[in-house]
């Protein structure tokens, strides 16, 4: 996924000319993984579902409410929002609020991410351009290389930036100074963001899973951007095994519309919805292929558990990252899965979600 820093005015969502951005930086974020799509594709499909409004945006009540605060409060007193850190699993909506409070507040948007910025003059470009009260959104903050970060302390800080010119006796620094503007860091790892750069987010948000309720809504919503007729068990069906996360709700929405359009006609009907989530092997808990192959090398190569997340990552051939972020908290908040001090053990529900003997293992024994 290569992500070219976008720079949005206010009042015109779809304007992104990439004005002032000369030397672009390079712009990037993490390929996701296989069961949130991935690459370029992914991001164009989440850009044409995204919300362009707060009041656009489903759920996250008391998230919304403390942004509007601190947005009102910001255009009050014509200043820039506080830096604003989002955390939260994939496909919940961080970059959905990283690109709705420009526009509320009618300022200019630039879009990088951790991984890409490898070294401080990777940043810079993004520093300069930055106007005042515009926000820089980092995604994956939790990647910015040790040498990023600490050159970003003073720019969060007093909005100045110290560059090192020459080696050895030549040596000196300049100080530069930025206009204030506003950074919106994203992470699905807030606990390994460094304390220092933590702090120097006066405004954090976490993000939690949706309910079934507000995905149905993401669903008939999304549904109508897309010129879809769908009935309301089926949005409720689809939001039903989205996992909590509208990102999926938006992928198994256009699979279904996919396979009516294909298969059938008209509206999305729930016996329809059905066939198709099943032809897609996404369960009634909404566990996909994936999922299920998790817990079943789980249960069976490592006899239940408990087993480190790198040894089951490592015989599934997946990045264990992949299964921290996008696999396991979904599995742990459904009880099908348990963190234990010494590993990851499958529950009881888990053996009986499978179909496997619940009898030979006892996930009890082996938490300590
Ligand atoms: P993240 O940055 O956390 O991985 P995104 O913000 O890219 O997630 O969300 C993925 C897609 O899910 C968006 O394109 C949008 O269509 C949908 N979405 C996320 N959050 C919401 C929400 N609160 N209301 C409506 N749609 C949402």
Not at 255 to 271: L, N, P
Not at 342 to 361: C, F, M, N, Q, S
């Amino acid at each position: 996924m290569v992500r070219q820093p976008v720079i949005q005015g206010g009042e015109d969502p779809l304007r992104s000319d990439g004005k002032g951005a000369e030397t672009p930086p390079p712009g990037g974020g993490l390929p996701r993984g296989p069961l949130f799509g991935g690459g370029d594709d992914q991001d164009r499909l989440d850009e044409e579902l995204r919300p362009q409004r707060l009041d656009d945006v489903v759920g996250q009540r008391a998230v919304v409410e403390r942004l509007r605060i601190i947005l009102n409060a910001a255009r009050k007193r014509k200043e820039p929002l506080g830096h604003l850190l989002l955390d939260g699993p994939p496909g919940l909506g961080k970059t959905t609020f990283a690109t709705v409070l420009p526009k509320e507040m009618g300022t200019e948007c630039q879009i990088t991410s951790g991984p890409v910025l490898s070294a401080p003059k990777d940043l810079l470009p993004y520093l300069t351009n930055a106007s005042y009260g515009s926000i820089l959104f980092i995604d994956e903050i939790h990647r910015l290389p040790k040498a990023v970060e600490e050159f970003i302390y003073p720019v969060m800080e007093d909005f100045r930036v110290d560059i090192a010119l020459g080696e050895g006796l030549n040596a000196r620094t300049i100080n530069m100074k930025l206009k204030p503007f506003t950074v919106i860091g994203a992470t699905t790892r807030s606990g390994m963001l460094t304390a220092p750069l933590r702090d120097r987010f006066v405004n954090r948000e976490h993000l939690d899973f949706y309910t079934d309720d507000e995905l149905a809504d993401i669903v008939r919503r999304n549904a109508r951007k897309l010129h879809t007729k769908i009935s309301d068990e089926a949005s409720r069906e689809i939001a039903r095994r989205s996992r909590g996360t509208p990102r999926i709700a938006n992928n198994l929405l256009r699979w279904t519309r996919d396979f009516v359009d294909s298969e059938a006609q008209g509206e999305i009907t729930d016996a329809l919805a059905r066939e198709a989530l099943a032809r897609r092997e996404v369960d009634e808990l909404g566990l996909d292929r994936q999922d299920r192959r998790y817990l079943q090398t789980l249960a069976r190569t490592f006899n239940g558990g408990p087993a480190g997340v790198q040894a089951i990552a490592h015989s599934m051939n997946l990045a264990a990252d992949t299964l921290e972020d996008e696999v396991e908290p979904f599995l742990l908040r459904n009880g099908l899965l348990l963190r234990s001090p010494r590993g990851r053990v499958v529950t009881e529900a888990g053996l009986r979600h499978l179909g496997l003997p619940v009898g030979e293992i006892d996930p009890q024994k082996r938490l300590f």
